[in-house]
Antibody
Framework: QLQLQESGPGLVKPSETLSLTCTVSGGSISSSSWYWGWIRQPPGKGLEWIGNIYYSGITYYNPSLRSRITISVDTSKNQFSLKLSSVTAADTAVYYC?????????????WGQGTLVTVSS | SYELTQPPSVSVSPGQTASITCSGDRLGDKFACWYQQKPGQSPVLLIYQDTKRPSGIPERFSGSNSGNTATLTISGTQAMDEADYYCQAWDSSTVVFGGGTKLTVL
């Protein structure tokens, strides 16, 4: 059974960089046809797609966040990571990692449990 | 940027059929999927590629997509179906979520 687990600081100061890692177990991150994505959800609000990455390093980002996002992959550790720079209180959210398909029929079938990141001084 | 619109809330009586809509420009030309999210939990994939159900999802959940509207239908709604529901599509290499619909079973 595939499992994803987010990890990283739960508190980040304004203007600093948020860094999270997603560890994949029960399957290889290098499997073809799957992308590995990040989605966030501010408290009490809806889901927002952040971006995703293929094991080869191909990335797609949400245009509204593109200037502040970097998603990377480490196949040797079966992990992928998110960096979001210059954070503000608006970036406070539960951050989920998920496995995503590619292309027009894309969907996320496995999700991590989510991790709450609060931006505050 | 592409937008998906859902009603904020839908109410249904137990045993009845609930329909949750998701509207977007020419959405029927794209694939839509649906997620269920209960409080404090991660979203769960209910429907993908308009009509397909992942293994383990009850048959009472079904989907359709035509024109500008995708619809999630829950037949014989149960109390346990009370949750938030999100539609999602893909446009211009970007994943787009609807704003979510809170389903109340009363």
């Amino acid at each position: 059974q595939l499992q994803l687990q987010e990890s990283g600081p739960g508190l980040v100061k304004p203007s600093e960089t948020l860094s999270l890692t997603c560890t994949v177990s029960g399957g290889s991150i290098s499997s073809s046809s799957w992308y590995w994505g990040w989605i966030r959800q501010p408290p009490g609000k809806g889901l927002e797609w952040i971006g995703n990455i293929y094991y080869s390093g191909i990335t797609y980002y949400n245009p509204s966040l593109r200037s502040r996002i970097t998603i990377s992959v480490d196949t040797s550790k079966n992990q992928f990571s998110l960096k979001l720079s210059s954070v503000t209180a608006a970036d406070t959210a539960v951050y989920y990692c998920a496995r995503q398909t590619d292309g027009s029929g894309t969907y996320s079938d496995y999700w991590g449990q989510g991790t709450l990141v609060t931006v505050s001084s | 940027s592409y937008e998906l619109t859902q009603p904020p809330s839908v109410s249904v009586s137990p045993g009845q059929t609930a329909s949750i809509t998701c509207s977007g420009d020419r959405l029927g030309d794209k694939f839509a999927c649906w997620y269920q999210q209960k409080p404090g939990q991660s979203p769960v994939l209910l429907i993908y590629q308009d009509t397909k159900r992942p293994s383990g999802i009850p048959e009472r959940f079904s989907g359709s997509n035509s024109g500008n509207t995708a619809t999630l239908t829950i037949s014989g709604t149960q109390a346990m179906d009370e949750a938030d529901y999100y539609c999602q599509a893909w446009d211009s290499s970007t994943v787009v979520f609807g704003g979510g619909t809170k389903l109340t079973v009363l």
